[in-house]
């Protein structure tokens, strides 16, 4: 009975959101008011109209509900494809976007489904300098070593190092994307998703095959910022989409800080910008967990992994896996036998744990 009541209620929540001229705020008006999706879809007209912004077009809208078969089929798109769909009555759904006036109405998930109580957004440029990408790497191995989540937005550049950063560490990380999770945007960062999927949480408000388009980035900003207490831009031009999340950071009363440059670098004058604006001014990660008053607890010690470490299964993977010798998925999947969504899984993990590395050509090695 709990998973028809769940799924009658995903339902719900989608026959709400495509009704045209129902978005994130009117939805979340009318959940608030009748508590429940489905109490909404039962609701009479009068007890809509009494409802801001429920126009009389809007609720003829919600009444045809046209797109109910496509509804259902994709829940059983999103079950063959390991995709959870949340719903803001859904008990996995992040906490901290609960309060948010303008929460989604649906995320699509993929991964642990683990919403650390200390998050930290780095955000910056695509187009980042050198000095920019370390500091995004060493303020995330930072964060994730005291058990900070690390959250980011999966583009090139900035978001891309703050990701691997977390990673490398065994941290947790978030990617909030600007497409469905079957058509991630850029799909150079495929492998990258995958790795999050195994230790982090790969999120997006868009059905799974849905293209990126230009204008979901700015509105995909406002989760990145939801999830967080604070969010820090590590490099961002005057341009930039990172400051669009410092603005919903600010809208939704978390903490914003930058890390300052140079007044010749033209790819960080954005975050001078925010700094000069009352922004706060960091140039550590220490200086993060000051401004929020947060314990910097001691570093977690990463351990050597070894087969025994990784248990069986893992360490007959590792034994195919010859020193010095790099090897390729097929060439690793003649040696053990292992079908190929397994072994990438495999892989995917032993990536995130430190103990083999993907390197050009998708070939692996023993680290």
């Given at each position: 009975m709990r998973r028809d009541a769940g799924r009658n209620e995903t339902l719900a929540t989608l026959a709400i959101r495509s009704a045209a001229g129902i978005g994130s705020v009117i939805g979340n008006r009318l959940l608030r008011a009748f508590d429940s999706a489905q109490a909404v879809l039962a609701a009479s007209d009068t007890e809509l109209r009494a409802i801001e912004g429920m126009r009389p077009d809007i609720i003829a809208s919600l009444r045809r509900d046209e797109r109910r078969a496509e509804h259902t089929a994709l829940l059983g798109l999103c079950a063959e494809r390991g995709i959870r769909i949340l719903t803001p009555a859904s008990p996995e759904y992040p906490p901290q976007l609960l309060t948010l006036d303008d929460r989604p109405l649906i995320l699509f998930v993929r991964g642990a489904l683990e919403w650390p109580e200390?998050?930290?957004?780095?955000?910056?440029?695509?187009?980042?300098?050198?000095?920019?990408?370390?500091?995004?790497?060493?303020?995330?191995?930072?964060?994730?070593?005291?058990?900070?989540?690390?959250?980011?937005?999966?583009a090139r550049g900035i978001d891309t190092a703050a990701h691997e950063g977390a990673l490398d560490c065994d941290g947790i990380s978030l990617a909030v994307v600007g497409s469905g999770l079957?058509?991630?945007?850029?799909?150079?960062?495929?492998?990258?998703?995958?790795?999050?999927?195994?230790?982090?949480?790969?999120?997006?408000?868009?059905?799974?095959?849905?293209?990126?388009?230009?204008?979901?980035?700015?509105?995909?900003?406002?989760?990145?910022?939801?999830?967080?207490?604070?969010?820090?831009?590590?490099?961002?031009?005057?341009?930039?989409?990172?400051?669009?999340?410092?603005?919903?950071?600010?809208?939704?009363?978390?903490?914003?800080?930058?890390?300052?440059?140079?007044?010749?670098?033209?790819?960080?004058?954005?975050?001078?910008?925010?700094?000069?604006?009352?922004?706060?001014?960091?140039?550590?990660?220490?200086?993060?967990?000051?401004?929020?008053?947060?314990?910097?607890?001691?570093?977690?010690?990463?351990?050597?992994?070894?087969?025994?470490?990784?248990?069986?299964?893992?360490g007959s993977l590792l034994e195919a896996l010859k020193p010095g010798e790099p090897a390729t998925a097929d060439q690793l999947?003649?040696?053990?036998?292992?079908?190929?969504?397994r072994l990438l899984r495999a892989l995917a993990e032993l990536e995130v744990r430190g103990a083999v590395a993907c390197l050009p050509g998708q070939r692996w090695c023993r680290r």
């Open positions: 200390r998050c930290v957004a780095l955000v910056g440029t695509r187009l980042p300098s050198p000095s920019g990408l370390r500091a995004a790497k060493e303020f995330a191995r930072f964060f994730a070593l005291r058990g900070i989540g690390v959250v980011s937005g999966l079957d058509a991630l945007y850029p799909p150079e960062n495929q492998d990258l998703a995958r790795r999050l999927e195994v230790r982090g949480t790969v999120i997006s408000e868009y059905a799974p095959d849905e293209e990126a388009q230009s204008f979901h980035f700015p509105v995909r900003n406002r989760i990145i910022s939801g999830l967080v207490q604070a969010v820090v831009v590590v490099e961002a031009p005057r341009r930039s989409g990172a400051l669009g999340t410092a603005d919903w950071a600010l809208d939704q009363g978390r903490e914003v800080m930058a890390i300052p440059a140079g007044p010749f670098t033209p790819s960080a004058q954005g975050s001078v910008d925010l700094i000069k604006k009352g922004a706060g001014c960091v140039t550590s990660p220490e200086e993060v967990l000051q401004a929020l008053r947060w314990d910097a607890a001691a570093p977690r010690t990463l351990l050597k992994l070894t087969e025994g470490t990784l248990g069986m299964e893992f999947a003649d040696r053990t036998g292992w079908e190929t969504p």
